[in-house]
Nanobody, 120 residues
Framework: QVQLAESGGGLVQPGGSLRLSCAAS????????MAWYRQVPGKERELVAT???????DYAESVKGRCTISSDNVKNTVYLQMNNLQPEDTATYYC??????????????WGHGTQVTVSS
């Protein structure tokens, strides 16, 4: 019922920047939280950043100070601004969202991912 469209990934050199976007569409009553995760093949998915509807943000220690998560509640879109990217940031980045229907039941949804590659 909820679709997530991710974009903004690409190939950048170390020290470069990218801005990832994730737009939510479909049938839902409200959004509780949005988050960005990343995953390298063969490794566990890693939480990068989360943001709640009141704007409270949290970050993984590995990206703190380099990444900023933000949201546009009117557009139902979450962003991840990534600066000073390093090779270890290379991964597929996934958008996750928790929504509620009109009954108040919560659902989790995932995007299909956008690839970020940091290489010189």
């Amino acid at each position: 019922q909820v679709q997530l469209a991710e974009s903004g990934g690409g190939l950048v050199q170390p020290g470069g920047s990218l801005r990832l976007s994730c737009a939510a569409s479909g049938r839902f009553f409200s959004i509780d939280a949005m988050a960005w995760y990343r995953q390298v093949p063969g490794k566990e998915r890693e939480l990068v950043a989360t943001i709640t509807t009141d704007g409270t943000a949290d970050y993984a220690e590995s990206v703190k100070g380099r990444c900023t998560i933000s949201s546009d509640n009117v557009k139902n879109t979450v962003y991840l601004q990534m600066n000073n990217l390093q090779p270890e940031d290379t991964a597929t980045y996934y958008c996750g969202i928790v929504t509620k229907d009109c009954r108040g039941d919560a659902y989790g949804s995932w995007g299909h991912g956008t690839q970020v590659t940091v290489s010189s």
